[in-house]
């Protein structure tokens, strides 16, 4: 298991932790190199970021890579991914500035998991849904925790590769290679500390782009700390207004994201989201 810093920079408690939750898992980690380097706002230099990644994802020693926290610089270690033989794939784990790295692994065929960083909070439910779906190979509906139901933005079922992540990464990465395509595709998507204005250019960036054209559903994290100005508007009607004319099942207040409760999502993926039951579940398994 190697612990990779691809984007922010991590302390000593964030790396003690990291080592405690691979230790409860049954995992021996492997620290990259530059994990404790600083460069400003970063984990160390675009070079030796983008090092430790690609030794990470190529190493045949390395069975799993999971990122210490996200913050913001995966999206400067992108063009080191075009040239990595990443086959076999080994699973990548991580979520928020994360969704740069999997959605470029996405595009090579590698299935990817959006999920908790090792440095962070691993509450039992956490570390379930991850055991469930990347050490067990599950299927079926993932289960729901007892913080909030989900919320039925619009109504139906719908069927689809899971595609997805963090908003303002998904929106960043449009008009470059790394671009995702949404059709036919379940897009989930999830975000912290945004107004409401500025979710609604996001979603507007990816409507006018022509991304959320043909996309089969979309399934809505529980996005932490984003509110509104006016007194009275939820998240979930800014949801309907921005997502509801897509004409496709949306359903909102899902446990993943900047929350301690959070799903593991393999990318890549079929499941299906009934978004009257408030349900997303797996069709097939994420590992062989």
Known sequence: MALVAPAGPVDEVRIERALRNCERLGLLPVLARSARQRTDYLA?????RASDLRDALTDTSIDVVWALRGGYGTMRTLAELRQLPLHPAKPYIGFSDNTAIHLALLRSGVVSF??????????????AAMRRVLFDAATGPLPMDDVEEPVTIRGGSAEGQLIGGNLSLVSSLVGTPWQ???SGRLLFIEEVGESFYRIDRMFTHLRLAGLLE????VVLGRFADCEGDEPGRTI???????????GVPVASGFPFGHVPHNWTLPLGVRARL??????LTLLEPAVV
């Open 180 to 182: 995702p395509e949404l």
């Open 214 to 217: 043909g996309v089969a559903g």
């Open 44 to 48: 160390g230099s675009d070079a030796e």
């Open 114 to 127: 959006h999920g908790p960083h090792a440095g962070g909070e691993f509450p039992e439910f956490t570390e």
């Open 274 to 279: 009934d978004a009257d039951e408030g349900t």
């Open 236 to 246: 979930e009607d800014l949801f309907g207004e921005l997502l509801g004319p897509l």
